[in-house]
């Protein structure tokens, strides 16, 4: 399908009808309404030009996650070159410089360009990095901060009115004092969506995460010692979930630096949260000891915090 809409799109970009390309309104409020949307894009920027071409320096062309350009940055088939490298650069989510020869590459000569050289530079639009916080206690509280720093959008949610507040989160996007259950069937994460686990209390860990494997969310992660996750992995196995959907569990949550304090395990989670969003983890270290360590699981340095922290009544 790649293949058929990419000479489609070459086809339609050397003839520029206006019923294809949409004109170039306010590229950036584009930009605005595919974040709102919770969409992925590109935005291709001609940032030099040597010689003639059918465009302008600075000239923008806005690709959409569905395909769909707006703007242009000249036509022809080296907008269609753009839009495939564009469609690359939302999914690596990196950007990238593109050099075109329009004088030595015979397959620029449409008719359309008068010769020269332009770089092009590609750089992927993402939707905000939300990330659902379940859990209002002092290892929520610092997630909150040190996530916020990094860029990531929090939601807390917390069945206790008096922890889920402003106050206590002045960093959150929204805050939603409810009852898990409640607040589970409001919630929709995307694609590009976080979702931490960090309840006072097991029962309320395995509601969430019964729900967090079933959605699209991008990182699923439950604070807790090996023996306990290996517990609720099991009982949720047994109620007919298959094993498959804890693969993605980040549990024990957070990369291993020997957190101890509420503080540390914020920033030990946090830094696991930016792994996965900048895609530096080739084998992530979450549930792969499952299968092969399930009678080990009492020697585990992530009990000492889960007790920390349970007893601090998060």
């Not at 309404?33 to 590109?42: D, F, K, M, S, T």
């Not at 940055?73 to 999914?91: F, S, T």
């Not at 770089?119 to 993402?126: G, Q, R, S, Y």
Request: hydrophobic fraction near 40%; glycine fraction near 8%.
């Amino acid at each position: 399908m790649e293949a058929k809409q990419l000479r489609l799109i070459e086809h339609l970009t050397c003839l520029h009808p206006p019923s294809i390309i949409e004109s170039a309104v306010d590229i950036y409020e584009q930009i605005v309404q595919l974040r709102r949307e919770g969409r992925r894009g590109a935005v291709a920027t001609i940032v030099s030009v040597r010689g003639s071409i059918p465009s302008f320096r600075t000239a923008k062309m806005l690709v959409r996650d569905d395909g769909s350009i707006v703007g242009t940055i000249g036509g022809g088939c080296v907008e269609a070159d753009v839009w495939q490298a564009a469609r690359e650069v939302m999914e690596s989510e990196k950007p990238r410089n593109l050099t075109f020869d329009l004088n030595q590459d015979p397959k620029y000569d449409t008719g359309l360009v008068c010769g020269g050289t332009l770089e092009v530079f590609v750089e992927p639009i993402l939707p905000p990095a939300l990330l659902y916080l379940f859990g209002a206690g002092h290892v929520a509280q610092n997630v909150c901060k040190v996530a916020a720093v990094a860029g990531f959008e929090p939601i807390v949610v917390d069945d206790r009115t008096s922890y889920a507040t402003q106050e206590r989160f002045p960093a959150a996007r929204e805050i939603h004092a409810l009852e898990f259950d409640e607040a589970i069937q409001k919630l929709d994460p995307n694609e590009t969506s976080y979702i931490v686990i960090v309840t006072r209390g097991h029962r309320d860990d395995m509601r969430i995460l019964r729900w967090a494997v079933q959605t699209r969310a991008r990182y699923i992660g439950m604070i807790g010692s090996k023996r306990k996750v290996i517990g609720i992995f099991k009982t949720l196995q047994e109620e007919g979930m298959p094993a498959e959907l804890f693969d993605r569990v980040h549990a024990p949550i957070g990369l291993d630096i020997g957190a101890v304090t509420p503080e540390e395990i914020a920033v030990a989670i946090a830094a696991e949260l930016i792994a996965v969003r900048r895609h530096a983890e080739s084998n992530p270290p979450h549930m792969s000891w499952f299968a092969r360590k399930e009678g080990k699981a009492d020697d585990d340095p992530g009990a000492k915090a889960e007790a920390q922290e349970r007893s601090s009544h998060r």
